[in-house]
């Protein structure tokens, strides 16, 4: 059964300072995915990763993916206040023709000045 | 841009009561997402469709069915409304999967659902 954790749960950062979201799966999978979602708003998609080695940027955010090690990082540099939101990463199942996905429980990212 | 909407933003119902939850996109998207949002359990899928009249039960289906008469439309039912149904229920949509075809969810606003 595939499974998805991601650490920390909640984080709580200063202004300018780097740190990385981690997310663990635990059977083999084709595609990850990073999500946004701001208080009271829905989810919005930050990033698709279909490989391992993959490496993606935007901004001030930058998403990797380790096949093997089935580990995803989120990694925020310089954060500043408007990051401040809920990250979901999700893992496709890799069923027959389908996009089901399992999601973590979120990371809480409150950055203060 | 790809939208999703949903009927309601927020919605209070009693026990016992049926309560309809509709989903409509509008970008041709042949698969369609229902999940419930609740805090500390991250998504989980409730009933998926790849096609017209087609559905397939997701991971917490009991207590909910589906109905997707039309392409662009996605209804989820509860049949007789319970406490333990309260929650933030999240349509989404997506592109068939396919070899080239690595397309996201796009995610609808959400329907806030308390059960009283």
């Known amino acids: 059964e595939l499974k998805v954790e991601q650490n920390p749960l909640f984080l709580s950062m200063q202004e300018g300072k780097n740190y990385t979201i981690y997310c663990n799966y635990s059977t083999t999978s084709d595609r990850l995915y990073w999500y946004r979602q701001d208080p009271g708003k829905s989810l919005e998609s930050l990033f698709v990763l279909l490989s391992n080695g993959a490496v993606k940027q935007e901004g001030r955010l930058m998403a990797s993916l380790d096949t093997k090690a089935r580990l995803s990082t989120l990694h925020i540099t310089a954060a500043v206040h408007d990051l401040s939101a809920t990250y979901f990463c999700?893992?496709?199942?890799?069923?027959?023709?389908?996009?089901?996905?399992?999601f973590g429980t979120g990371t809480r990212l409150q950055v203060f000045p | 841009d790809v939208k999703v909407t949903q009927s309601s933003r927020y919605l209070v119902k009693r026990t016992g009561e049926k309560v309809f939850l509709e989903c409509v996109q509008d970008?041709?998207?042949?698969?369609m997402f229902w999940y419930r949002q609740d805090p500390g359990l991250g998504l989980r899928l409730i009933y998926f469709s790849y096609d017209v009249k087609m559905k397939e039960k997701g991971d917490i289906p009991e207590g909910y069915s589906v109905s997707r008469e039309k392409k662009e439309r996605f209804s989820l039912i509860l049949e007789s409304a319970s406490t333990n149904q309260t929650s933030m229920y999240l349509c989404?949509?997506?592109?068939?999967f396919g070899i080239g075809s690595p397309d996201t969810q796009y995610f609808g606003p959400g329907t806030r659902l308390t059960v009283l």
């Open positions: 970008m041709d998207h042949e698969n």
């Open positions: 989404a949509s997506s592109l068939v």
């Open positions: 999700a893992v496709d199942r890799n069923q027959r023709n389908t996009d089901k996905l399992i």
